[in-house]
Nanobody, 120 residues
Framework: QVQLVESGGDLVQPGGSLRLSCAAS????????MGWYRQAPGKERELVAT???????NYAASVKGRFTVSRDNAKNTVFLQMNSLKPEDTAVYYCSAFIKPPWPTGRDYWGQGTQVTVSS
């Protein structure tokens, strides 16, 4: 079985920074895309940033220039550095990873979520 475990969520003041981490473990042969999504109360889950294996990151317009996604393939870990945080960034942040097995299709796995609250 595969598990994704996030960490790093916290309460932070507007303008502050946080770094989220997500480590994948278990039966993993390969990981292609990794990324972060978020869901605020009363809203649908939305993409924050994704990073393919060896490719360029992709960001939501609302976070471009403030957030940076990166990954450590040796540790099956994806990070999200969040700077200049705003109250509207408040949400539960979920990491995702597209993993094989199962072969040949692979599938998406999700973490349990970590709360980020931006408030003074």
């Amino acid at each position: 079985q595969v598990q994704l475990v996030e960490s790093g969520g916290d309460l932070v003041q507007p303008g502050g920074s946080l770094r989220l981490s997500c480590a994948a473990s278990g039966s993993i042969d390969s990981i292609s895309d990794m990324g972060w999504y978020r869901q605020a109360p009363g809203k649908e889950r939305e993409l924050v940033a994704t990073i393919p294996n060896g490719g360029r990151p992709n960001y939501a317009a609302s976070v471009k220039g403030r957030f940076t996604v990166s990954r450590d393939n040796a540790k099956n870990t994806v990070f999200l550095q969040m700077n200049s945080l705003k109250p509207e960034d408040t949400a539960v942040y979920y990491c995702s990873a597209f993993i094989k097995p199962p072969w040949p299709t692979g599938r998406d796995y999700w973490g349990q979520g970590t709360q980020v609250t931006v408030s003074s």
